[in-house]
């Protein structure tokens, strides 16, 4: 029997729904990706770590998705399985009256409603970013002079050998737009995180306001994996690439926005090929014309 055979029962076996050949394009927000060998749906804790188990022993790689906002996926597709946890890990609770637990396939936008639901601030500055709870946690995500190691205090996860364990404080390693389980390995299940008592009305105001500029500057009408480029040392991407002449620049169905020039977008049938070649270009331009080196936020998978 084959290795993904094996794995795709044992993840049956546990509960799991399991598909084959499953087209990524419709999990990332980019609409980019090919085929995922398999793609197993986990709901419970003790599935996943049977899942995890298994995978390693049979050396099939695995991949969690959170909401595929800041993924770039092959036109190939991805090798071995992916891992969308549902059910147990898009639960939120409240441990005490400003302290949140919140399962790491959560969206941010429901951990955001949850905690303005509760009268808790602390967390506005993420709401309208597409991503899942733990995906924020992978890369620290921020907005608008916020970040989520403001308000983090601890998570847990689950290891490539099965354990579960956690991080709190500084064991995280969180900077900008990275964090331990970018080296570790270790899969995250779930977030802590610590607010302040707040005014409903008033959180609720700096929320859409935040949300009112962010789909007056950004191309939020369409499909993209967020911004594509980190933000330089004392510099802006989205401005250099603008200042170098390259806003509405295109390579097939992907194009620089006309809107922020941080984004790339997909205009209708952009491949994976269409937006590395992109990102070639505006790298090697703004390279060019200004000596600074962009790095790529957005991850690129195979």
């Given at each position: 029997m084959e290795k993904l055979e094996i794995l795709k029962r044992t993840a049956q076996n546990v509960g799991c729904e399991v598909i084959e050949n499953e087209q990524m394009s419709r999990h990332t927000t980019f609409q980019i990706g090919g085929p995922a060998d398999l793609f197993i749906t986990v709901s419970n804790i003790i599935a996943l770590k049977d899942v995890i188990k298994a995978a390693g022993a049979l050396g099939i790689p695995l991949l969690p998705l959170g909401n595929g906002s800041n993924l770039l996926v092959s036109d190939d597709g991805i090798r071995g399985a992916v891992l969308n946890l549902n059910g147990d890990f898009r639960k939120i609770s409240l441990a005490d009256p400003v302290t949140i637990n919140c399962g790491a396939g959560a969206t941010l936008a429901s951990l955001c409603n949850f905690a303005r639901k509760n009268s808790l601030s602390g967390l506005e500055f993420a709401w309208g970013i597409p991503g899942s709870a733990g995906g924020a946690v992978f890369m620290d995500a921020g907005a608008y002079d916020g970040q989520l190691s403001d308000v983090l205090f601890s998570t847990t996860h689950v290891t490539r050998s099965g354990r579960t364990g956690f991080l709190m404080g500084e064991e995280m390693e969180l900077g900008y737009r990275s964090s331990a389980y970018q080296t570790n390995g270790?899969?995250?299940?779930?977030l802590v995180v610590r607010l302040k008592k707040g005014n409903q009305e008033q959180i609720s105001m700096q929320m859409e306001e935040l949300l009112k500029r962010r789909k007056a500057k950004q191309p939020v009408e369409l499909p993209s994996a967020g911004s594509?480029?980190?933000?330089?040392?004392?510099?802006?991407?989205?401005?250099l690439i603008e200042q170098c002449g390259l806003k509405g620049a295109r390579v097939g169905g992907a194009m620089v926005s006309e809107k922020h020039a941080g984004f790339i977008v997909n205009m209708g049938g952009a491949t994976c090929t269409d937006v590395l070649s992109l990102i070639e270009e505006i790298q090697k331009t703004v390279l060019q014309q200004t000596g600074i080196s962009l790095e790529c936020e957005v991850r690129y998978l195979s």
């Amino acid at each position: 029997m084959e290795k993904l055979e094996i794995l795709k029962r044992t993840a049956q076996n546990v509960g799991c729904e399991v598909i084959e050949n499953e087209q990524m394009s419709r999990h990332t927000t980019f609409q980019i990706g090919g085929p995922a060998d398999l793609f197993i749906t986990v709901s419970n804790i003790i599935a996943l770590k049977d899942v995890i188990k298994a995978a390693g022993a049979l050396g099939i790689p695995l991949l969690p998705l959170g909401n595929g906002s800041n993924l770039l996926v092959s036109d190939d597709g991805i090798r071995g399985a992916v891992l969308n946890l549902n059910g147990d890990f898009r639960k939120i609770s409240l441990a005490d009256p400003v302290t949140i637990n919140c399962g790491a396939g959560a969206t941010l936008a429901s951990l955001c409603n949850f905690a303005r639901k509760n009268s808790l601030s602390g967390l506005e500055f993420a709401w309208g970013i597409p991503g899942s709870a733990g995906g924020a946690v992978f890369m620290d995500a921020g907005a608008y002079d916020g970040q989520l190691s403001d308000v983090l205090f601890s998570t847990t996860h689950v290891t490539r050998s099965g354990r579960t364990g956690f991080l709190m404080g500084e064991e995280m390693e969180l900077g900008y737009r990275s964090s331990a389980y970018q080296t570790n390995g270790c899969l995250i299940t779930s977030l802590v995180v610590r607010l302040k008592k707040g005014n409903q009305e008033q959180i609720s105001m700096q929320m859409e306001e935040l949300l009112k500029r962010r789909k007056a500057k950004q191309p939020v009408e369409l499909p993209s994996a967020g911004s594509t480029f980190k933000r330089p040392e004392g510099h802006f991407a989205g401005t250099l690439i603008e200042q170098c002449g390259l806003k509405g620049a295109r390579v097939g169905g992907a194009m620089v926005s006309e809107k922020h020039a941080g984004f790339i977008v997909n205009m209708g049938g952009a491949t994976c090929t269409d937006v590395l070649s992109l990102i070639e270009e505006i790298q090697k331009t703004v390279l060019q014309q200004t000596g600074i080196s962009l790095e790529c936020e957005v991850r690129y998978l195979s």
